[in-house]
């Protein structure tokens, strides 16, 4: 069995006077893909920003492979081995895809060489002086994301990658997805394309309300495909 990568435990998070996470339940285990799905509003981005720190409250138990990361502020989080992509991508327009790749640090072992990215991102190997400005939204979701891995982080976080993309462009980032899963990384992505998701994701954690209503895997997905239809209003 392999080991558990994230444990979130009990987890209550806060915007304000807003409650918004209650008491959210899940793991995830070394090389998996797992999704958050749900209607909008359910949770889903406000788990990916508890997990890095970036909820202006929160409370319960975030483990990195064994390691309490609950008070930790987000760089140290970062600096863990998390790697955060939000659903804006966070490029900076006035640089250059070079010069973007080369703001994070190498903070950990195992980040991937600059040859391993421009194998694994062609695109953005041919686009390298090219400045934010001039990316395509499919090419700003790949920089963002190589941003992420030149770090050394083994744990990916993604907000929406698919979200208006053309589907030729949808299908590289299933590509990509699926190369990083080969490699050994462990993604927890937040997805609202439900088939777009079961190409890429091992398991699928359904949120409504700020909680975990259910887990099910590619398996029992195919084998119930209406068991979503509750929760995402398909």
Known sequence: MPETVLSVTGLDGHYGESHVLHGVDFSIRAGEVVTLVGRNGAGKTSTLRAIMGMLPRRSGSIELRGRQLISLPPHRIARAGIGYVPDDRGIFASLSVAENLALPPRARAGALSDGEIDALFPRLKERRASPGTKLSGGEQQMLAIARALRTGAGLLLLDEPTE????????????????????GHTVLLVEQNVHFAATVADRHIVMENGRVVDTLDNAELAADPGRLDRFLGV
């Open 164 to 183: 208006g993309l053309a589907p030729v462009i949808v299908r590289q980032i299933g590509a990509i997805l699926r190369d990083l899963k080969g490699r």
